[in-house]
């Protein structure tokens, strides 16, 4: 079964800093990536996602997303954080073509302070 | 259009209380899952369905039963409600085909169990 293992467990940044989030996968195969993002008190929300093509993939908000093959990874991007992006960010992964649901990393809780 | 809808927001239950977690979409989804959060576990897959009448395990499935009599519905049940499944319970359902197969979430149901 694939796992996915996000680096950080709890990020703090000021306004105006530059952003990654590392997402590491473990699946060898053909895979489908996904970022989403919790803000406080609501439920997931789709960032952006990967299933072929450019592996540079933009999403809402101003992220970023770079599929690395030979790395499994998929790290989340974002040059200059808001206030607004303080919430918890989640990787997931689905292998590429199939049914089955997703395989979530832990979390990465975002604290942007002003 | 409501996109997915769980129900109850919130519950508490006595150990050995059975209840049924709601969960309707309204986009002719084939795909229909049901997901737990944890404070730093991510969210695991209980159960999901691939279409009317068909169901299948996720992770951790011990302990729910889940049904799919029509396309629209995916009840997710306690039989037996235990401490350990306090959590917050996330429906989520999307197309099957592959590129479309994008969950959308629903608002989630915080269940506790004393």
């Known amino acids: 079964a694939q796992s996915v293992s996000q680096h950080n467990h709890h990020v703090i940044l000021s306004e105006a800093a530059s952003l990654e989030l590392g997402c590491n996968y473990s699946?060898?195969?053909?895979?489908?990536l996904f970022w989403y993002v919790q803000y406080p008190g609501q439920h997931l929300q789709l960032l952006l996602k990967y299933f072929s093509g450019d592996p540079l993939v933009k999403g809402i908000k101003g992220f970023e997303a770079e599929f690395i093959k030979s790395k499994f990874s998929f790290n989340l991007r974002k040059p200059s954080v808001q206030w607004s992006d303080t919430a918890e960010y989640f990787c997931?992964?689905?292998?590429?073509?199939?049914?089955?649901?997703?395989?979530f990393g832990k979390g990465t809780h975002l604290i942007i302070q002003p | 259009n409501a996109g997915v809808t769980q129900t109850p927001k919130f519950q508490v239950l006595k150990t050995g209380q059975s209840m049924t977690l709601q969960c309707a979409q309204d986009?002719?989804?084939?795909?229909m899952s049901w997901y737990r959060q944890d404070p730093g576990m991510g969210l695991r897959l209980i159960h999901y369905s691939v279409g009317a009448g068909i169901t299948d395990q996720g992770e951790v499935p011990n302990g729910y039963n889940v049904s799919r009599s029509t396309t629209e519905d995916f009840p997710l049940r306690l039989l037996s409600a235990a401490p350990s499944q306090t959590s917050v319970y996330f429906c989520a359902s999307s197309y099957l085909q592959a590129g479309a197969n994008v969950l959308t979430f629903g608002a989630g149901s915080r269940l506790t169990v004393l």
């Open positions: 986009m002719n989804h084939e795909y």
């Open positions: 699946y060898g195969g053909t895979v489908n």
């Open positions: 997931a992964v689905r292998r590429g073509g199939g049914a089955d649901g997703l395989t």
